[in-house]
């Protein structure tokens, strides 16, 4: 039985509705993950973001009773504002319905400029390839709001290399954006010089393009210093590289196929279809792209830009002449603009409106803070470095939180060999600030030395956190 041929724009047509559903579904699926919330950080951000409504930004700690009045670099201030105003909006499904927002952003910034190069189908196993490096990175962080950011100024970049004109100069703005929103913002300078050089290594080094270039290159760097913390918000991103602590926080660890190994999967099948297809990349590309990689490689939290610059560059340079996407003048920019906002305003809609609630463990251990005595609201504590950002979102000042740039390494290598049960250094931490109780996970070693130490009793306990109040002077 012979099957009835679809006329080419009607099967054009159904390409495109198929990619609109995936640029739409895959972050409303996304952002209904618990998981998002997986993070002791997603506490303190919010937290952030609310003193910054009422105060202004911060110059100093404002939380800790470890480090007050310590100089402290809120550089992610302008996301930590928006995820404050979504809380205090709607609750954690205010905050699940921003990172919705945030990738449906992402996915359609990724997809509009390629599907005049790249057919449907091919487009959407791309995007399912970055949704699989992505997704172990969806949180409620501030990293997420700046992947759009990030791949908005790598297709503009594309854009106008490929029509073989410089950016105008007001687009440099989006770096202002950037640095204000992230301390990865120095790669936004090292992509765009990438792609420049492709562009005049194309013109031949014409003069005028290179001296639009270099304008261009210049007001993205000036437009990189408007940043509310000035030379600290600039300095930050390369101070915190000098940290001896920072292989030890989990983001920061080298990339191991244990830890990400879907990751490498998808690794791999790129590798083998860029050399399938017999991709040729310029040297600019290919010099960004070895530059992610080795970034990626160093840390694992560096997986994210490598997956969202790649999912640009790479399928133009695997599609084949007759793969190239014909569809594209079947759908109008107007048409897909009204698309992209209804889809927009009922992702927003529906992740407000359905429930979630962060899972019960130690990114949000809400029983153990339930159970807190009120007169120890105010008392020191000595907490578990992920306990931190929601005792400070409970109103309860931490010993010790996410902010590891702040504390700086002395202190943080104090406190593990304090938590590793370390008695010497407890002790020490116990004097200098006056320590009236803990919040440590039970399979802890100090919570194990504390249960045998009679100068400390156990008040509570669950599978997430136990509670030591200390009874006597040390």
């Keep these: 039985m012979t099957g009835v041929a679809i006329p080419a724009e009607r099967k054009a047509l159904y390409d495109r509705l198929i990619l609109f559903l995936f640029v739409v579904l895959a972050p409303l699926g996304l952002s209904n993950a618990r998981e998002m919330f997986d993070d002791g950080d ?31 670099v809120a550089h992610e201030w302008l996301p930590d504002l928006i995820f404050a105003a979504a809380f205090n909006l709607g609750g954690y ?18 997809a509009l400029p390629l599907r005049r190069h790249v057919a449907a189908p091919a487009l959407v196993i791309t995007m399912l390839a970055m949704v699989i490096v992505l997704a172990p990175f969806t949180l409620a962080r501030p990293h997420v709001l700046v992947w759009p950011v990030v791949a908005g100024w790598t297709a503009m970049l594309l854009h106008y ?38 562009a005049l290594v194309k013109a031949g080094w014409d003069r005028t393009l290179l001296v639009r270039w270099l304008l261009f290159g210049l007001a993205s760097a000036a437009a990189a210093l408007l940043n509310a913390n000035g030379l600290a918000g600039l300095t930050y991103p390369f101070a915190t590289l000098g940290m001896e602590t920072l292989p030890t926080i ?12 879907y990751f490498y999967v998808a690794l791999l099948a790129v590798i083998g279809l860029c050399l399938y297809r017999g991709a040729k990349f310029r040297i600019g590309e290919l010099l ?39 569809a594209g003048s079947y759908l109008s920019t107007r048409t897909i603009a009204i698309g992209l906002a209804v889809a927009a305003f009922l992702l927003f809609a529906v992740r407000l409106l359905l429930p979630v609630m962060p899972a019960e463990n130690r990114f949000a251990p809400r029983s153990a803070l339930a159970h807190i005595p009120p007169d120890l609201r105010g008392r020191p504590v000595f907490n578990e470095y992920s306990f931190g950002g929601p005792l400070i979102l409970a109103g309860i000042k931490p010993f010790i939180d996410g902010r590891a740039d702040m504390y700086g ?66």
């Excluded at 319905?97 to 952003?105: D, E, F, N, Q, R």
């Excluded at 100069?169 to 770096?175: I, R």
């Excluded at 992610?292 to 694992?300: D, E, H, N, Y």
């Design 42 to 72: 997603v506490s303190w951000h919010i937290a952030t973001g609310r003193w910054i409504l009422q105060h202004g930004i911060p110059r100093t700690d404002p939380f800790s009773h470890t480090m007050p009045g310590h100089p402290w």
């Design 93 to 110: 499904p205010g905050v699940a319905a921003i990172v919705g927002l945030a990738l449906l952003a992402l996915f359609a910034i990724v």
């Design 161 to 198: 290399r490929d029509s073989g004109r410089a950016p105008p100069l007001a687009f440099a703005l989006l770096m202002t954006v950037w640095t204000n929103m992230h301390g990865s913002f120095p790669l936004g300078l090292v992509i765009a010089g990438s792609i420049a050089l492709d």
């Design 250 to 261: 989990e983001e920061w660890k080298p990339s191991n196929p244990n830890d990400t190994p």
């Design 288 to 326: 960004l792209l070895l530059f992610l990689l080795a970034m990626a490689f160093s840390q694992v939290r560096h997986q994210t830009w490598l997956a969202i610059v790649a999912a640009l560059l790479l399928p133009p340079r695997m599609a084949r002449a007759d793969g190239a996407a014909s």
């Design 409 to 474: 390494d002395r202190f943080v290598l104090d406190y593990r060999e304090a938590l590793d049960g370390d008695i010497e250094h407890f002790d020490r931490a116990v004097q200098r600030y006056q320590i009236a109780w803990t919040m440590l996970p039970p399979d802890s070693r100090l919570a194990a030395r504390l249960d045998r130490n009679p100068g400390w009793r156990r008040a509570y306990a669950d599978k997430v956190a136990v509670i030591h109040l200390r009874t006597s002077a040390q």
